[in-house]
């Protein structure tokens, strides 16, 4: 069995670690640093274009990062976008963002971004917990051809743990509990990693709690409302994250796997940087006028996911692998002020992505005289259903009436079929 505890203070560079109470004088073993984006099956980093690069869960523990935008600000030519009320927004690669650039945790398309305006909401991919992932892929060239249109401008590929990334060789058993604090935003966080090996079946749980405030900046004891504000609004933002897997080994040729994962951030504070602002109207009506403003906003992801692998070896492919995924993506914000027109006011949107997404992918490997070919092809298919609802109250009245629509509610199919031949010449 395998204990470990692990106290991080970011705000000072501080990091203080008991070392495992078993296995101690274990060795180390040194594999193959591997990558699954720019393929679509895993390959060694030296085999890989360089526009492919990873940043695994060593790194992200050393720098200390609190979040994907951390986790990443080492790496060129990326870029994460987004702060405060909305959290993070999406990503930029090499000068190319929104939804061009393709989102996926372990394979899973994550939710389009959208902004309607008035900046009453955005619903982003703001659901992440780094403490869940083992690695960070970036594919920083188009990658189309493997992912779909969307992957234009390059592809985030987020990998989380499994039960043998927790599971030393000998071990059964594992775990582990997280702490941290981060002076930047006043953010502490406790986790906790349960891992456990039975015979042919494995499982692990993963759960996260931060809780935190606004990032402080240099004008952080500004007092100024309006556009003179220098400082961020005052916030409070907490969140919490439970991931649960279990694999079980069939026999030597079948291995199935569930996933659930659930996350949710919620987000209160007051928006100083809009109380004083003024929009004109056409004379002789006097312009309007706002007060009072601050949101109370709470965003949370779902995702299930049923998956299997087939060593078959057989004439069509040597192995098969199909996973089903689930996922709902919701965001509800509110957004209070008052106004000399309106008096006082809740502008709710409430909206909802839920995604069906199956991939079946299969691999061959042939060796023809001095070339050997890795050929990947499958199919894969997403159901996409987008709803938002509109609805703005009149506090002082208590009354309500539906909002002006921004975004339309859709539904959207998406089908692909890939080829793909890895050569290896004179190997």
Do not use: C
């Amino acid at each position: 069995m395998n204990i470990k505890l692990s106290f991080i203070a970011s705000s000072v560079l501080l990091a203080v670690s008991t070392p495992s109470l078993a296995n101690s004088n274990n060795e180390a073993s040194i594999f193959d640093e591997v990558v699954v984006s720019g393929t679509r099956s895993e390959q060694s980093v030296k085999n890989i274009p360089s526009t492919v690069s990873k940043v695994t869960a060593e790194q992200m523990e050393k720098n200390l990062a609190t979040d994907v935008k951390q986790a990443l600000k080492y790496e060129p030519g990326v870029t994460v976008n987004g702060r405060g009320r909305f959290g993070m927004q999406d990503f930029t690669i090499r000068g190319m963002s929104g939804n061009r650039v393709k989102m996926l945790i372990d394979g899973v398309e994550q939710p389009i971004s959208y902004n309607p305006g008035a900046d009453v909401m955005r619903k982003n991919s703001n659901t992440i917990e780094v403490d869940t992932l083992t690695a960070i892929e970036i594919n920083k060239g188009p990658s189309s051809s493997l992912y779909g249109s969307d992957a234009l401008g390059g592809t985030v590929f987020l990998r989380t743990k499994n039960p043998e990334d927790m599971l030393d060789a000998g071990d059964d058993s594992h775990v582990g509990v997280t702490s941290g604090y981060s002076s930047a935003d006043e953010q502490y966080k406790l986790g906790f990693e349960v891992a456990n090996r039975t015979g042919d079946l494995e499982s692990m749980l993963i759960y996260t709690y931060r809780n935190g405030h606004e990032t402080d900046t240099y004008y952080k004891d500004s007092n100024e409302i309006g556009n003179a504000r220098k400082a961020a609004n005052p916030f409070d933002i907490a969140s919490h994250n439970v991931l649960a897997k279990i694999f079980y080994q069939i026999n030597g040729a079948n291995r199935v796997g569930f996933t659930a994962e659930y996350y949710t951030r919620s987000a209160d504070g007051r928006i100083l940087s809009s109380d004083g602002k003024t929009v004109p109207m056409r004379p002789p009506m006097p312009p309007i006028m706002y007060s009072n403003n601050r949101a109370d906003d709470h965003d949370h992801r779902l995702r299930l996911g049923l998956e299997h692998e087939w060593l078959a070896e057989i004439a069509a492919f040597d192995s098969l692998e199909w996973k089903l995924n689930w996922t709902e993506s919701e965001s509800k914000h509110n957004s209070y002020d008052k106004t000399n027109y309106y008096g006082n006011r809740n502008r709710y949107r409430d909206g909802t992505d839920d995604t069906i997404q199956l991939d079946i992918q299969m691999k061959k490997e042939l060796e023809l005289a001095n070339n050997r070919h890795e050929i990947t092809y499958g199919v894969s298919g997403t159901n996409n259903t987008f709803d938002i609802t509109y609805t703005d109250y009149n506090l002082d009245k208590g009354t309500s009436k539906p909002g002006p629509e921004e975004v339309p509610k859709s539904k959207s199919e998406k089908r692909a079929v890939f080829v793909q031949d890895q050569m290896f010449m004179l190997d």
